[in-house]
């Protein structure tokens, strides 16, 4: 008999990824999201249902019959309403949704090294909900990746954007802390291998090269072909042109949490990395097109 997976936003970054990876195995795929794109993007007909936190038994419904719930759905920064609290509240009401629904199994999207006493509201938020998860009886499997890299992604394309237009480029403190990016359709196919895995897990998913972040500046800097100077400078003043940009882009460059995460040597792992495509190798492929437009979170998340 067919499996039903449900996973959240089907079609923004991770999720489109994953969705082509379920349909590639014959898995019928719903979706809760918000934002829904061209069902054209898949090869079979995706299910949509809203993601609306505020309607549990609704949510339940959209997971009737389902085997597997993906998690993607987290909030990248504070913004009006929007915080990463209500994000924390907004995922335990999903999980809960989901074991009434009788949801089997549920792989649920972390980051590395969620801390319970960390100041940075991203992952202490994220060990929380890991450890709701693992206190609700549903079969998992967490996976923790760090930066994503791909065609729909916002940092570093926002990076190589930046070093495109911009008379400098600011790396907040030393530069010298590290940073392991993964490929988005790498972190897809290991979602899909765990959600057919019966066991309780927790899996990093990092790529193979780990980067000083002033390296991997300059990397995409010298794909790219340009000769913009990077220089080191105070977490602060990074914040403040973020600022500045921020304005002129309509959008929220960077936040100060974002540069303390960074520069805290948080994004990498402590385990053999899990993925396998090289970032150097998908830059130079990418080198044309990378940073040619400014992709807006705001316009993303909140329109
Ligand atoms: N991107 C990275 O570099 C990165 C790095 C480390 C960890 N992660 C983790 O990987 C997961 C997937 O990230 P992604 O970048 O692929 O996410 P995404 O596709 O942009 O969004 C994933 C889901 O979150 C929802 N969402 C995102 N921002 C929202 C907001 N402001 N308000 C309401 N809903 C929002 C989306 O809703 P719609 O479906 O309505 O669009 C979608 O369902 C997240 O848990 C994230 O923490 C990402």
Redesign the pocket.
Known sequence: MTETHVL??A?????RYLTKRLIARGIEVRT????PGDPCLFSAPVGVHP?DFSRSLDLAASLRGARVLY??????FD?GR?TYASAVENTKVLFDAARDAGVERVVH???TNPSPGSPLPYFSG?ADLEAHLLSSGLSHAIVR????FGKE???INNIAYLLRRLPLFGVPGDGRYAIQPVF?DDLAALMADLGSRPDDLVVDAVGPETYAYLDLVRLVRDAIGVSTPIIRAPGWLVVLAGRILGRLVGDVVITSDEVRGLSSGLLVSHDEPTCRTSFKGWVEAHRDTLGTRYANELT???T
């Open positions: 959240t936003g079609f923004g970054y991770t999720g809760l999201t918000n934002h993601l998690n993607t759905y987290w909030v990248r913004h929007t999207v972390s980051i994220k990746p760090t930066v994503l992604d916002i940092l988005v993303r998340h909140y």
